[in-house]
């Protein structure tokens, strides 16, 4: 059953002997057990999962067996306890590894295990197509990762270090596709999964998971207040409670809606683009096609409707829209600065609204927008303009953010291109994959 399955198809690949418990302070904990779990789902992630003789601090050393013990790499401690489940990352696929598992004896002096080892599973064959590492290579001087949510199926989830290489990659079972994915305030991954081979970006999961395996929450459409289709974006509040984008209709019309639940999945909030757009005419209506949800720093939702070519505030409270940003809305623009279809609109670290404005076939150039918005006078001021070259142009799909050094990561979705550029847009790198990017971001520390 999906809402019990671990994210890794468990394999033991190490047994280490026993030693008898005693309830002496200054005995020194004895490993009684020990399994290394991985699998081509997340070959490049492990779980050592170990038992102690008696509670302890925990963590643990390991390195490629090739290699030299004097570059191993540390685990964080895992608070005291006797049985203890550690994750591994940044492992190289088909790599034999050494590893020990340190303690504290009574005196607090580490104790060092005996070494062992095993042997990390292969990359998945979609993977390796929809990346080939040995093509992509970048000198990157800022510390993060970059996130991928590939748009294709087979697809999964993936991210690359600074290099342009895999450092971390989940791949959902076989019948699932993963249609979008965010970063939580728990550092936790919400990740939004297709049962039902629905088209565009509508998902019947909610899964929570850490990035080491761990389900941490999961809901089904159907159960409790998750009562309709979520479809291209959600969001984990700093509550915990999710905030998601959902498929609403009215007399057989297509319009989009906000929906939260609470850690148990139980509906707390909803809203529907209903309620403003109360004046329809039948014949001359497309649903407003909700693709990006944040919440802004007043806790209020940001949300891009994209066949409206308008970028919505919307309190999370009453349901008021606040205002709108765009074509035919009621924020006073510079000339020039109208954007067409866009995608991921938010609030950036210069506290400016930014998106990936997309074009269309009548304007055939994407950009990279961002406006400073008086909330008060409703007035934008134009800060970021930059026309991405032609063969970075894509219709749809895509997702730009400001980086540290202030340039600028984007998605070139349909072209399955991942730049970045500085703020007028010259490119500085560009990493290839060879089917499109739904969306990227940059992660500062995603394995802390």
Same mark, same amino acid.
């Given at each position: ?11 033991? @690949?190490?047994?280490?002997?026993? !030693? ?18 991985? /699998? ?16 302890? $601090? ?31 990352? $940044? @492992?190289? $696929? ?15 002096? $580490? ?59 989940? !791949? ?80 057989? =019309? ?22 403003? @757009? ?109 026309? =991405? ?9 895509? /997702? ?49």
């Amino acid at each position: 059953m999906f809402k019990k399955f671990n994210l890794y198809l468990f394999v033991a @690949l190490a047994g280490i002997g026993f !030693s008898c418990e005693s309830d002496n302070a200054d005995v020194t904990p004895q490993v009684q057990s020990a399994t290394v779990l991985n /699998s081509g789902i997340a070959a490049l992630t492990a779980r050592v999962k170990f038992t102690l003789s008696k509670e302890s $601090e925990a963590s643990v050393r390991y390195w490629p067996a090739a290699g030299s013990e004097g570059n191993a790499a540390s685990s964080p401690v895992s608070s005291s306890k006797k049985s203890h489940s550690i994750a591994l990352f $940044e @492992l190289k $696929e088909n790599t034999a590894y050494n590893y020990q598992i340190i303690s504290k004896a009574g005196d607090g002096a $580490e104790q060092t295990g005996d070494v062992k080892s095993f042997t990390t599973a292969e990359m998945p064959a979609w993977l390796k197509a929809y990346y080939d590492e040995s093509k992509n290579s970048i000198r990157e001087n800022l510390p993060g990762y970059y996130f991928l949510v590939p748009s294709t199926k087979p697809n999964g989830l993936v991210i690359l270090d600074k290099k342009g290489k895999i450092a971390w990659y989940w !791949s959902p079972p076989a019948k699932y596709v993963i249609k979008t994915a965010r970063f939580t305030p728990k550092h936790s991954l919400l990740i939004l999964l297709d049962e039902n081979a629905t088209p565009m970006g509508d998902g019947n999961i909610i899964l929570e998971t850490s990035l080491a395996g761990d389900t941490l929450s999961y809901f089904k459409m159907g159960e409790k207040g998750f009562d309709k289709s979520v479809h291209h974006d959600f969001q984990m509040d700093s509550k915990g409670n999710i905030v998601a984008i959902t498929n609403e209709f009215k007399d057989n =019309l297509p319009g989009d809606g906000i929906l939260v639940l609470d850690s148990q999945g139980n509906k707390i909030w909803s809203w529907s683009t209903f309620n403003e @757009l109360t004046s329809i005419d039948p014949t001359n209506y497309a649903q407003p096609w909700g693709n990006s949800l944040v919440i802004d720093k007043d806790n209020n939702y940001i949300i891009s409707l994209r066949a409206l070519s308008q970028v919505w505030k919307v309190n999370a409270v009453s349901g008021k829209v606040m205002w709108k940003l765009g074509k035919n809305g009621n924020v006073k623009m510079p000339a020039g600065s109208d954007f067409l279809f866009q995608h991921f609109a938010h609030r950036n670290a210069n506290d400016e609204i930014m998106l990936f404005d997309n074009g269309s076939a009548a304007r055939p150039s994407s950009r990279v927008l961002s406006f400073n918005l008086n909330e008060m006078t409703l007035e934008a001021t134009s800060k970021i303009q930059a026309t =991405l070259s032609p063969d970075l142009y894509s219709a749809i799909m895509g /997702s730009t953010m400001m980086l540290p050094d202030g340039n600028i990561l984007s998605g070139s979705a349909t072209n399955g291109k991942l730049i970045k550029t500085d703020p007028t847009g010259r490119v500085i790198w560009t990493l290839q994959a060879s089917n499109p990017i739904y969306r990227a971001e940059y992660i500062i520390n995603p394995f802390r």
